[in-house]
């Protein structure tokens, strides 16, 4: 098993950063690939980011592309999300999640963090 527990998450104006953090246990957490994804009230999860094992590979999602940036740390078992210019429908609650790279489905999810966005 592996447990995530996410940070940073609250409560930011439109314009604003937040750094969200994800800390990892229980795993070799150099061996997976991490991904956030959200989701806001009344709609379906989504996918914002993931980063490959060894940082060297990442991804967005069309909505953030350019505004977020997704790191690891491995010496700190530790993947954070970098929100920049955030708007009100970057509201949601905010999950990390794990998977070994041979698996098509994220394996292990965090209890996942709040993040507001004012107008």
């Known amino acids: 098993q592996m447990q995530l527990v996410e940070s940073g998450g609250g409560l930011v104006q439109a314009g604003g950063s937040l750094r969200l953090s994800c800390t990892a246990s229980?795993?070799?957490?150099?061996?997976?690939?991490m991904g956030w994804f959200r989701q806001a009230p009344g709609k379906e999860r989504e996918f914002v980011a993931s980063i490959s094992w060894s940082g060297g590979n990442t991804y967005y999602g069309d909505s953030v592309k350019g505004r977020f940036t997704v790191s690891r740390d491995n010496a700190k078992n530790t993947v954070y999300l970098q929100m920049n210019s955030l708007q009100p429908e970057d509201t949601a609650v905010y999950y990390c999640a794990a998977r070994r790279p041979s698996a098509n489905k994220y394996e292990y999810w965090g209890q996942g963090t709040q993040v507001t966005v004012s107008s």
């Open positions: 229980g795993r070799t957490f150099s061996s997976y690939y």
